[in-house]
């Protein structure tokens, strides 16, 4: 049973940074697919970023070039480097993994609240 497991969200004031962690147990080399997903209030659940076995890398249009996704196959973890935050990033954030068994897992989800 695979296990996701993330960090780092919390509160932070708008311009700034946060990084969030996701740990993952089981072998990294049957994640094919690992990804960011964030819902905010009232609103759907929408990919922020994913990276995949090769390191063909996608994020959505409103997060380019602010934040960065990476992937440490020695430690399982995929982190989500996360810089000028604004207000509209606020959201619960959810770790996803998809396997090379086609199956899917979430996280529980952390907190990212951008205000002043």
């Known amino acids: 049973q695979v296990q996701l497991v993330e960090s780092g969200g919390g509160l932070v004031q708008p311009g700034g940074s946060l990084r969030l962690s996701c740990a993952a147990s089981g072998s990294p080399f049957n994640f094919v697919v690992m990804a960011w997903y964030r819902q905010a209030p009232g609103k759907e659940r929408e990919l922020v970023a994913s990276?995949?076995?090769?390191?063909?890398?996608n994020y959505a249009d409103s997060v380019k070039g602010r934040f960065t996704i990476s992937r440490d196959n020695g430690k399982n973890t995929v982190l989500l480097q996360m810089n000028s935050l604004k207000s509209e990033d606020t959201a619960v954030y959810y770790c996803?993994?998809?396997?090379?068994?086609?199956?899917?897992?979430w996280g529980q989800g952390t907190q990212v609240t951008v205000s002043s």
């Open positions: 990276i995949a076995t090769g390191g063909i890398i």
């Open positions: 996803n993994a998809f396997t090379i068994f086609r199956t899917n897992y």
